[in-house]
């Protein structure tokens, strides 16, 4: 079975701090791993996704994520928030069949 | 491409009415994928199509949702009667399970509003 546990249904961070969401999957086959964002009132767009050619993604937005498979993670950087970071974020987990596992997402939240 | 469509934007009908949505995937992706979100339950998949064929409805939340997939372009996801407690936003999402390690793509969610 798959799935995706996001810790932390809410994150702060100031503006210019690093921006730390964690994602750890459960998968009984070599997963592909995502990132989506949702601005208010706006669907879900990609940030960025493993290829299984690099464990070190990176996306759109200057963020980035490291595939850890010891650890069954997938957590999101961003070196320094902006304003415009603050959205939804999910961590998402497929497997061949093409089924989607959504985590219950993250609120970022910029603090000026 | 202009993504994936989804109509109506917003919906407002009344309790015990008829609500049908509407989804026009990206041209050439064969898995469509309906999905509801709200505050209480985040991100829920409902159904999921492969070659327009119904793979998994074990999220429908029952006999009062229904959905289908005619063509390769077009879904429909029918509630009746419609409740309150189904107002939510709901996505339509594709993908090509043909390309390997390909994402979902989201269209921009019909926001149903039961009174």
């Known amino acids: 079975a798959q799935s995706v546990t996001q810790l932390g249904s809410h994150v702060s961070v100031s503006e210019g701090a690093l921006v730390l969401l964690r994602c750890n999957y459960s998968?009984?086959?070599?997963?592909?791993l995502f990132w989506y964002v949702q601005y208010p009132n706006q669907g879900l767009q990609l940030l960025l996704k493993?290829?299984?050619?690099?464990?070190l993604v990176k996306g759109i937005n200057g963020f980035e994520a490291e595939f850890e498979k010891s650890e069954t993670s997938f957590h999101l950087t961003k070196p320094s928030a902006h304003m415009s970071d603050a959205a939804e974020y999910f961590c998402a987990v497929s497997v061949p069949g093409n089924q989607f596992y959504f985590g219950t997402g993250t609120s970022l939240t910029v603090i000026p | 491409d202009a993504g994936v469509i989804q109509s109506p934007r917003h919906e407002v009908t009344e309790m015990g009415q008829e609500v049908t949505l509407r989804c026009k995937p990206i041209s050439g992706h064969n898995s469509l994928f309906w999905y509801r979100q709200t505050m209480m339950r985040g991100l829920e998949l409902l159904i999921y199509?492969?070659?327009?064929?119904?793979?998994?409805d074990s999220g429908m939340p029952e006999d009062r949702f229904s959905a289908k997939m005619p063509n390769a372009s077009f879904s429909t996801l029918k509630i009746q009667p419609s409740e309150p407690r189904d107002s939510a936003v709901y996505f339509c999402?594709?993908?090509?399970?043909?390309?390997?390690?390909?994402?979902?793509?989201f269209g921009q969610g019909t926001r149903l509003t039961v009174v």
């Open positions: 199509f492969n070659n327009n064929v119904p793979i998994d």
């Open positions: 999402a594709s993908s090509a399970e043909t390309v390997r390690n390909t994402e979902a793509f």
């Open positions: 998968s009984s086959v070599p997963p592909y």
């Open positions: 493993y290829t299984s050619a690099a464990t």
